[in-house]
């Protein structure tokens, strides 16, 4: 069964500074990988997804994310944070190889932004 | 604004009660999703209906049920309701079941229903 590993339930940045929020997945076939973001008292929603087409996937809001086989790894960035960023970030997974679409969420990181 | 909505945004009830959450999908999607989310367990997958059937279940309690229409919105029925029931209820919906990009894989989540049981 695949499953998602989010290094670190809190990350702190200043404005300005790179943001890195790192995950790691677990999967028995070829995964289908998603950043989903949630504000405060909102529902989910995509950031970016990897579908195998392209290693380093660009995504809303000046988001990117790269996809590393060798290191099971789908680590999100951006260059310079902006305080509207602040907030949780879940990293997901899906085994489309398989037909199995419903995703499994890491157990999100939450990304603070200090002036 | 996803195009998935949710009702109601918010329902407080007592323990041994029976709810129902209602979830309308973007126009054109066929599959609806049902997700929970509490601090303890995090975002967990339920249930998945496409065009009206079941395809795939999760974590789901059988004291929960789920239902597709066909006008394609769909119903999370939650009874004897318990405390540790209390979470934030997602639905979100997508073209397809399965299959690659081209299928519209990505799943659109709405507000959720946040649920208090006392």
């Known amino acids: 069964a695949q499953s998602v590993t989010q290094l670190g339930s809190h990350v702190s940045v200043s404005e300005g500074a790179l943001v890195l929020l790192r995950c790691n997945y677990s999967?028995?076939?070829?995964?289908?990988l998603f950043w989903y973001v949630q504000y405060p008292n909102q529902g989910l929603q995509l950031l970016l997804k990897?579908?195998?087409?392209?290693?380093l996937v660009k995504g809303i809001n000046g988001f990117e994310a790269e996809f590393k086989k060798s290191e099971t790894s789908f680590h999100l960035t951006k260059p310079s944070a902006h305080m509207s960023d602040a907030a949780e970030y879940f990293c997901?997974?899906?085994?489309?190889?398989?037909?199995?679409?419903?995703?499994?969420f890491g157990k999100g990181t939450r990304l603070s932004v200090i002036a | 604004d996803s195009g998935v909505t949710q009702t109601p945004k918010h329902l407080i009830t007592a323990t041994g009660q029976r709810v129902t959450l209602r979830c309308s999908p973007r126009?054109?999607?066929?599959?609806v999703y049902w997700y929970q989310q509490s601090l303890d367990q995090g975002l967990q997958f339920l249930i998945q209906?496409?065009?009206?059937?079941?395809?795939a279940k999760g974590n789901i309690l059988e004291r929960f049920s789920a239902q597709q229409f066909p006008d394609l919105h769909s119903e999370l029925n939650l009874s004897s309701l318990e405390l540790g029931d209390s979470a934030l209820y997602f639905c979100?919906?997508?073209?397809?079941?399965?299959?690659?990009?081209?299928?519209?894989?990505?799943?659109?989540f709405g507000p959720g229903t946040r649920l208090t049981v006392t």
């Open positions: 209906y496409y065009n009206g059937e079941e395809r």
């Open positions: 979100a919906s997508s073209v397809g079941a399965s299959g690659g990009a081209k299928a519209g894989y990505e799943q659109y």
């Open positions: 126009s054109g999607d066929l599959s």
């Open positions: 997901a997974v899906s085994d489309l190889g398989s037909g199995n679409t419903p995703l499994v």
């Open positions: 999967s028995s076939v070829p995964p289908y």
């Open positions: 990897y579908t195998s087409a392209a290693t």
